[in-house]
């Protein structure tokens, strides 16, 4: 029986996604760095009616810097995954967590290369402003600097120092004819 002594708060699950039982966690440590330090399969922990209760993932991929889009075993459809909404998504505390600062500090996105949805290289990030909630981008773009919401990523891979973006169409003509 998990306690909750045994458990450390990571995240937060937000609505589901699609109709095949995915959520989204919203969290600001990296799954893929979790998933190294676990030696078991990978679980988040969640209070449903009152017991805290292991959820094994079965896959994952991140939506953007911050948001995971996760499938859990037995829990398949939209009306299971309903019941995890809007809860705290927990870790188990026998495990050290990484580094929150290096997760979440975007200013290691400096130097990353951008590649738009068809994998298009846009450019190299110059400078991150997160004063807000909407953090931006500045990339040098065909010679002039064009600010990218982060929030259009769809994965970052640190290992490639690449992140990929789904841009609307024409956002790189609008945006840039806009210096």
């Known amino acids: ?13 937000a609505k589901p996604h699609g109709v095949k039982g995915e ?4 969290t600001d440590y990296d799954l ?12 988040i922990i969640c209070e449903i ?13 991140q939506k953007n810097a911050s948001t995971y889009l996760i499938t859990f075993e037995h829990v398949d459809t939209v009306e299971k995954v309903n019941y995890l909404s809007g809860k705290t ?4 505390t026998k495990y050290t967590l990484p580094d929150i600062a290096s997760s979440e500090d975007d200013g290691e996105l400096i130097g990353y290369t951008l590649l738009d949805n068809r994998h ?8 991150v402003d997160d004063r807000t909630l909407n953090i931006l981008l500045t ?3 065909q010679g002039s600097e064009l600010l990218v919401p982060l929030a259009l990523s769809t994965s970052i891979q640190h290992h490639t120092k690449t992140i990929n973006l789904s841009l609307p169409d024409g ?7 806009n210096d």
């Open 171 to 177: 956002y790189l003509e609008i945006m840039h004819n």
């Open 120 to 127: 298009k290289v846009i450019g190299q990030v110059k400078a």
């Open 139 to 141: 990339v040098d773009y």
């Open 23 to 26: 959520i989204a966690l919203t």
């Open 89 to 92: 998504a927990f870790f188990p």
């Open 32 to 43: 893929a760095e979790l998933q190294e330090i676990v030696s078991e399969d990978l679980c």
């Open 1 to 13: 029986m998990v306690k909750e002594e045994d458990i450390q708060a990571i995240g937060a699950f």
């Open 49 to 61: 009616n009152g017991i805290l209760t292991p959820f094994f993932i079965v896959s994952y991929r």
